[in-house]
């Protein structure tokens, strides 16, 4: 069983920037992706972020070049940098870890990014 706990929301003015932790724990960090979905108010909830197991990233369009997934396999960790916020960002965040034919999710964290 994986445990996953995303911080690091919070409330930002627009160009501002935000980096987002998912800290996992109980059982070994190893995942085919974990990646960073997000669902605004009255929206389907879309991918923003993956990074597979062997490093391999992946954006969706609209943040290409503003954020940026990483891992750090020590702290057990993948954040999500977040530059360049924009009003459209703003969601609730979840962090979510696949792992064979298991997946698990995070509690969510909030970005609220004012113009």
């Known amino acids: 069983q994986v445990q996953l706990v995303e911080s690091g929301g919070g409330l930002v003015q627009a160009g501002g920037s935000l980096r987002l932790s998912c800290a996992a724990s109980?059982?070994?960090?190893?995942?085919?992706?974990m990646g960073w979905y997000r669902q605004a108010p009255g929206k389907q909830g879309e991918l923003v972020a993956l990074?597979?197991?062997?490093?391999?990233?992946n954006y969706r369009d609209s943040v290409k070049g503003r954020f940026a997934i990483s891992r750090d396999n020590a702290k057990n960790t993948v954040y999500l940098q977040m530059n360049s916020l924009r009003p459209e960002d703003t969601a609730v965040y979840y962090c979510?870890?696949?792992?064979?034919?298991?997946?698990?999710w995070g509690q969510g964290t909030q970005v609220t990014v004012s113009s």
């Open positions: 979510r870890l696949s792992r064979d034919s298991s997946v698990y």
């Open positions: 109980g059982a070994s960090f190893v995942f085919n992706a």
């Open positions: 990074i597979t197991g062997s490093g391999i990233t």
